[in-house]
């Protein structure tokens, strides 16, 4: 069971450089998120997506990019990297409901993706 | 501004103490509140609240909720050594978005 899977699980980046983090899952979940939990803080999250070529920003967007091209993937983007953008970061999902409640409970996470910008 | 605030920030017990982690919200939408532990990697699901006064329960582990007072607080009773972690709240909103505290630490000594 794959699950979430994010790559790379630790990235060096020089100020100014761009980088794409991977997320796919095999769950057919429609609900996709991207947060950041920095050192001693609980998760930010920065971009959902609620399907396929449907995205919407969350709390921190600033810097950073998504697309949902298919139900399975979820890239974050992050342009001109800063060194702010230091951070864990964490790819997950979530089943959409029915009967328009769509709440499920869990978000099944990634296992964390570790990023520096120096 | 949605916001989920948790006390205490940190915490440091000894085996076998009983602890309690607060974890109060001001949201709009609010569909339920859900407990995860954290430990190197990933957080892991412990509890989905959505109704008041329902305590949940899961071993030495259990949880209610105050819709009322807009508040919700994870107890563990006879500690252990792999409790230590850190426990998030997080409360989902409308649109299934999913906005969490900063998090307990807590450690539990031998």
């Known amino acids: 069971n794959a699950g979430v899977t994010q790559t790379p699980k630790f990235r060096i980046l020089k100020i100014g450089q761009s980088m794409t983090l991977q997320c796919t899952q095999d769950m057919n979940h429609n609900y996709m998120y991207w947060y950041r939990q920095d050192p001693g803080m609980g998760l930010k999250l920065i971009y959902y997506s609620v399907g396929a070529g449907i995205t919407d920003k969350g709390e921190v967007p600033n810097g950073y990019n998504v697309s949902r091209s298919t139900t399975e993937d979820f890239p974050l983007r992050l342009e001109l990297a800063a060194p702010s953008q230091t951070s864990v970061y964490f790819c997950?999902?979530?089943?959409?409901?029915?009967?328009?409640?769509?709440?499920?409970?869990?978000?099944?996470f990634g296992e964390g993706s570790r990023l520096t910008v120096l | 501004e949605d916001k989920v605030v948790q006390s205490p920030l940190s915490l440091v017990v000894h085996e076998g103490d009983t602890v309690t982690l607060n974890c109060s919200y001001e949201v709009t939408n609010f569909r339920s509140l859900l407990w995860y532990k954290q430990e190197k990697k990933a957080p892991t699901f412990l509890f989905m609240l959505?109704?008041?006064?329902i305590e949940k329960k899961s071993g030495r582990l259990s949880s209610i909720l105050d819709k009322k007072e807009l508040f919700s607080i994870l107890n563990i009773t006879a500690t252990q050594t792999g409790d230590s972690a850190i426990y998030l709240c997080a409360v989902v909103v409308s649109g299934n978005q999913f906005y969490f505290g900063t998090g307990t630490s807590l450690t539990v000594i031998p």
């Open positions: 997950a999902s979530s089943p959409a409901g029915t009967s328009g409640f769509i709440n499920t409970g869990e978000l099944f």
């Open positions: 959505t109704s008041s006064g």
